[in-house]
Antibody
Framework: QVQLVESGGGVVQPGRSLRLSCAAS????????MHWVRQAPGKGLEWVAV????????YYGDSVKGRFTISRDNSKNTLYLQMNSLRAEDMAVYYC????????????WGQGTLVTVSS | SSELTQDPAVSVALGQTVTITCQGD??????ASWYQQKPGQAPLLVIY???YRSSGIPDRFSGSSSGSTASLTITGAQAEDEAVYYC?????????????FGGGTKVTVL
């Protein structure tokens, strides 16, 4: 069965960096684009970034552009999110999700990893 | 900037029908997807495309679209349908594609 397991969350000071990982199993990882989506405490979902199945294209939401980098290692079935210059407003649960429906939906989600930005 | 608008909350009597809407210009070009999120859980894909239910989703859930508005209907709402429902769609109006979520609609089953 499809499984996505995020890790790497934790407490980090403003201005510092953190790298999240998403380990995928149960499907052919290299055939699917992947998203990162976040959810601040008590708030709605916010799309963060997407990467094409071969890593050839990557796109970002305006709030993270220039600070976050999405990447993947298809040999390790793992998706990453490098987060630099973290701000208080980046504090959220970060989910990875598989892109499907011709790119129009996110059909499987991980359980999320919490990033807390605090001094 | 791209935006999808949802009503914040709606209530429905047990066994009755409720329709949630999602409005945005991107929906003129792209279908919405609908996600259900219960407290402490990850979102779950419910409806995608023209009106396709994700695997395991009961047939009381259905979707439709007209112009810039997408709708999710629960026909015969059950207690377990109480959740927040989010729509999303791809948007290509800018220089590159992005994905946008609505603010979510909290459905309360009375």
């Amino acid at each position: 069965q499809v499984q996505l397991v995020e890790s790497g969350g934790g407490v980090v000071q403003p201005g510092r960096s953190l790298r999240l990982s998403c380990a995928a199993s149960g499907f052919s990882f290299s055939n699917f684009g992947m998203h990162w989506v976040r959810q601040a405490p008590g708030k709605g979902l916010e799309w963060v970034a997407v990467i094409w199945n071969d890593g050839g294209k990557r796109y970002y939401g305006d709030s993270v552009k220039g600070r976050f980098t999405i990447s993947r290692d298809n040999s390790k079935n793992t998706l990453y999110l490098q987060m630099n210059s973290l701000r208080a407003e980046d504090m959220a649960v970060y989910y990875c999700a598989r892109a499907e429906c011709g790119g129009g939906c996110m059909d499987y989600w991980g359980q999320g990893t919490l990033v807390t930005v605090s001094s | 900037s791209s935006e999808l608008t949802q009503d914040p909350a709606v209530s429905v009597a047990l066994g009755q029908t409720v329709t949630i809407t999602c409005q945005g210009d991107s929906l003129r070009l792209f279908y919405a997807s609908w996600y259900q999120q219960k407290p402490g859980q990850a979102p779950l894909l419910v409806i995608y495309g023209k009106n396709y239910r994700s695997s395991g989703i009961p047939d009381r859930f259905s979707g439709s679209s007209s112009g810039s508005t997408a709708s999710l209907t629960i026909t015969g709402a059950q207690a377990e349908d109480e959740a927040v429902y989010y729509c999303d769609s791809r948007d290509s109006s800018g220089s590159h594609p992005i994905w946008v979520f609505g603010g979510g609609t909290k459905v309360t089953v009375l």
